[in-house]
């Protein structure tokens, strides 16, 4: 089925993928176009850039994997913003695999009718920042959507994890116990994952290499809190 909203919204497609969905093999289709501008993302020609690949081919992808792999992972730059991302998912359920999504948090309507619906199996949610530093950390004011989504995933009891990629020049500590403080008033009861910035040859914000490391001892210990990478 084609859909011209969009004509070619995939960047592009990894084929395999052991780690990015736990528990399943899967593949990884990359949507093209943010609506955040973090300066330490590495996914610049992803975030700017234009998508290569419609919706078409990767559905034909998926008929060629049906036995061989397990699930799908929507990522991007940010898959929600796609307009028919649940006749999409629709699809690709019908196919017998997984849907995994990987999201900013900005569409929390969106993750609403794709939970409600049945079309996803799993979200990561990257919460990039307490509301302080939220909009010198995404260069935008998209911190009460985010803040809307987690409260979502919380109360719908679809399988989620949240997690932060740290690059310290931009959160400390402290910015990190401020957001193991809203997770923990919310009542999140999963793993909060950080994600060490590593140094990529090009970022949106041309980033260096982080001038220091996290201390952990430093780190709140009201939720869990695990190390990524």
Known sequence: MSRSAAAKPIFDITPFTILDFTGYLACIAWFAKCNMRCPYCYNPHIVLGEGSIDTDELLSFLHSRVGRLEGVVLSGGECTLYPELHNLCRDIKELGFKVKIDTNGSRPDTLRVLAEE????CVALDF???????????RCDLYDKTLQSLRFLIQSGINFEVRTTVH??????????????????ENYNG????QNYLHAEK???????????????????????????
């Open 191 to 194: 793993t909060y994952y950080l």
């Open 128 to 138: 990039k920042a307490p509301l302080p530093l939220f909009k010198a950390t995404t």
């Open 168 to 185: 310290t020049d931009l959160l400390n500590e402290n910015a990190i116990n401020s957001i193991v403080d809203i997770l923990s008033n």
């Open 203 to 229: 970022t949106l914000g041309d980033m260096q290499q982080s001038s220091k490391t996290l201390n952990k001892e430093l780190l709140s210990d009201k939720i869990r809190v695990e190390f990524r990478r």
């Open 118 to 121: 049945k079309l996803i199996d």
